[in-house]
């Protein structure tokens, strides 16, 4: 089972070292004590339901293809991990912005999100959960700094002004159907931010972890906890001794549909997520970031989107941005 921890056990020296060790070594753990209002996160996965159980044509009205800044609706197999077809149906959410006029690059993925006209419960929720969980985020992230015997603030200024936060709330159906009879509902990935707060509908099992030997193991729902991960850029900052680590979801096999929201906490898209100098007890621990020729990993976090957005609906950046090279 995934390690828990308690986010009042973080005020300690003790629980901070804990944290860091945890999180150089497996990469994932539950978090207790979170404070984020039960009945928040109950309104969430109730929403959730409502916004999958529209008709096609209004969910489709938000398709993402409509969308140059990767937001909006993917219907069941519209998204690919590892170039193979990802089996779950999914609406994106980003901070909602002005298009930044004659932008390139990554700073296209800035713009308004797609919202469906039947549900407006959807946004008011989405919004709420937004400021609970970029709180907890925030206090972590202190937290990770402290125990790293850095200064506490020094992940704050890349956060301070725009952070490109991204929510997805996601539906894996059940398996097999009649058009589907493989395994992955989303492919083994590590995610491209800073970090992963993933709520999980209660009772629902599909997630995989990969361990430092390479084995997977699973990591169900925990009742009124969430799951949390570290994602590239907080390797990158430590040089690879807090660990970003591959996970996967298996699709339901004999279960109904499971369905989750990752939250990923992430910094502007200009910004470059400073570098931490560790002590040299841990320096000699680090293991370096990986050095993968399939992923590689940047320091702007805008470059580490644009990698993973482009690579996972190569529809939509073909109809948005053709002619621009293959998704890197
Ligand atoms: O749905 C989940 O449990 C995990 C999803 C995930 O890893 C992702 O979207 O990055
Ligand atoms: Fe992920």
Redesign the pocket.
């Known amino acids: 089972m995934l390690p828990v921890i308690d986010l009042a056990e973080l005020d300690t020296p003790v629980g901070r070292e804990r944290l860091r060790e945890i999180t150089h070594h497996v990469g994932f753990f539950y978090l207790d004590g979170h404070g984020v209002d039960r009945e928040l996160l109950d309104r969430v996965f109730t929403v959730a339901r409502e916004f999958f159980a529209l008709p096609e044509a209004s969910k489709q009205s938000i398709a993402m293809l409509n969308s140059p800044h990767f937001r909006g609706y993917n219907r069941v197999g519209g998204e690919l991990t590892n170039g193979e077809t990802d089996w779950r149906e999914q609406i994106d959410i980003g901070p909602e912005r002005q298009p930044i006029p004659g932008a390139a690059g990554y700073l296209r993925l800035q713009g308004p999100n797609q919202w469906p006209a039947d549900l407006p419960d959807l946004e008011k929720t989405i919004e709420a959960l937004d400021a609970a969980l970029a709180d907890v985020g925030m206090r972590l992230l202190r937290h990770w700094a402290a125990s790293l015997d850095a200064d506490p603030a020094i992940f704050d200024d890349a956060f301070a002004h725009a952070p490109a936060t991204l929510i997805?709330v996601?539906r894996y159906p059940e398996r097999p159907s009649a058009d589907h009879t493989g395994e992955q509902g989303?492919g083994a990935?590590k995610?491209s931010g800073v970090l992963?707060m993933?709520l999980?509908e209660p009772g629902s099992s599909g997630?995989q972890v990969e361990t430092e030997t390479g084995d997977w193991i699973d990591a169900p729902a925990r009742a009124g906890s969430f799951v949390v991960n570290i994602g590239e850029l907080l390797e990158v900052a430590t040089g690879g001794y807090l660990r970003a680590t591959r996970?996967r979801?298996l699709t339901p096999a004999g279960a109904p549909e499971r369905l989750?929201v990752?939250y990923f906490l992430n910094p502007a898209l200009d910004a470059t997520v400073p570098t931490i100098g560790l002590p040299p007890h841990l320096a000699e621990r680090a293991r370096g970031i990986e050095l993968d020729p399939a992923n590689p990993l940047y320091r702007t976090y805008g470059e580490n989107a644009w990698k993973s957005r482009t690579r996972a609906h190569p529809d939509v950046y073909a109809r948005w941005y053709p002619g621009e090279a293959e998704p890197e």
């Open positions: 997805k996601v989303v990935h995610d992963t993933l999980l997630l996970h979801v989750s990752p």
